[in-house]
């Protein structure tokens, strides 16, 4: 079994910042890709962002191209999610994920039901 936990939400501003964490422990060996989701309120959940686990490979939502930047540090067993220039449409809570995707479309990321192991997702609230 793989546990993940995230961290890092928080209430910022539009314009702002925040870096989400995803500490995963438990059996770690080759735990595969890391994506992340979010759900808005009423709303279905999104996968925004993944890294491969072999070749580190990142991809990104359309929605988030370009604002927010995935990253992995496999030593600390640790991934990561900046989010730059937030709006309140990116309030969320946001959840990682990990496993071996196999559905790859550009501009989308991998379906939610391809992960195996997922944590308890952090709130993101973007407000003035």
């Known amino acids: 079994q793989v546990q993940l936990v995230e961290s890092g939400g928080g209430l910022v501003q539009p314009g702002g910042s925040l870096r989400l964490s995803c500490a995963a422990s438990?059996?770690?060996?080759?735990?595969?890709?890391i994506g992340w989701f979010r759900q808005a309120p009423g709303k279905g959940r999104e996968g925004v962002s993944s890294?491969?686990?072999?070749?580190?490979?990142?991809r990104y939502s359309d929605s988030v191209k370009g604002r927010f930047t995935v990253s992995r540090d496999i030593a600390k067993n640790t991934a990561y999610l900046q989010m730059n220039n937030l709006t309140p449409e990116d309030t969320a809570v946001y959840y990682c994920a990990a496993g071996f995707p196999f559905t790859f479309v550009p501009g989308f990321i991998s379906p939610e039901d391809e992960f195996d192991f997922w944590g308890q997702g952090t709130q993101v609230t973007v407000s003035s």
């Open positions: 890294i491969g686990g072999s070749d580190g490979t990142t």
């Open positions: 438990g059996r770690t060996f080759n735990i595969g890709a």
